[in-house]
Nanobody, 121 residues
Framework: QVQLVESGGDLVQPGGSLRLSCAAS????????MGWYRQAPGKERELVAR???????NYADSVKGRFTISRDNAKNTGYLQMNSLKPEDTAVYYC???????????????WGQGTQVTVSS
């Protein structure tokens, strides 16, 4: 089995910063892509950022220049550094990993349970 556990969500004032972490554990051979998604009340889940195994990042236009995604392959952990936070960044943030389990030859997609980020004064 594989588990993704997010942490780091909190209440922060506009302009503030937060760092989210996503730790993957279990029978993992390799992680192809780690991504962060978010879902605000009444809205669909959207991609925030993702990072490939070679370190290449992609960002949603709404967070470019403010958020930075990174990963530690040795620890199977991903991070999302969020700076200059705005009220519209308020959402539940979910970690996603496309990975190959040990003994398998295909990729599976896994989700974390989500962590709440609230940006408000």
């Amino acid at each position: 089995q594989v588990q993704l556990v997010e942490s780091g969500g909190d209440l922060v004032q506009p302009g503030g910063s937060l760092r989210l972490s996503c730790a993957a554990s279990g029978s993992i051979f390799s992680i192809n892509v780690m991504g962060w998604y978010r879902q605000a009340p009444g809205k669909e889940r959207e991609l925030v950022a993702r990072i490939f195994s070679d370190g290449t990042p992609n960002y949603a236009d709404s967070v470019k220049g403010r958020f930075t995604i990174s990963r530690d392959n040795a620890k199977n952990t991903g991070y999302l550094q969020m700076n200059s936070l705005k009220p519209e960044d308020t959402a539940v943030y979910y970690c996603n990993a496309r990975l190959m389990r040990r003994g398998m030859t295909y990729l599976d997609s896994y989700w974390g349970q989500g962590t709440q980020v609230t940006v408000s004064s």
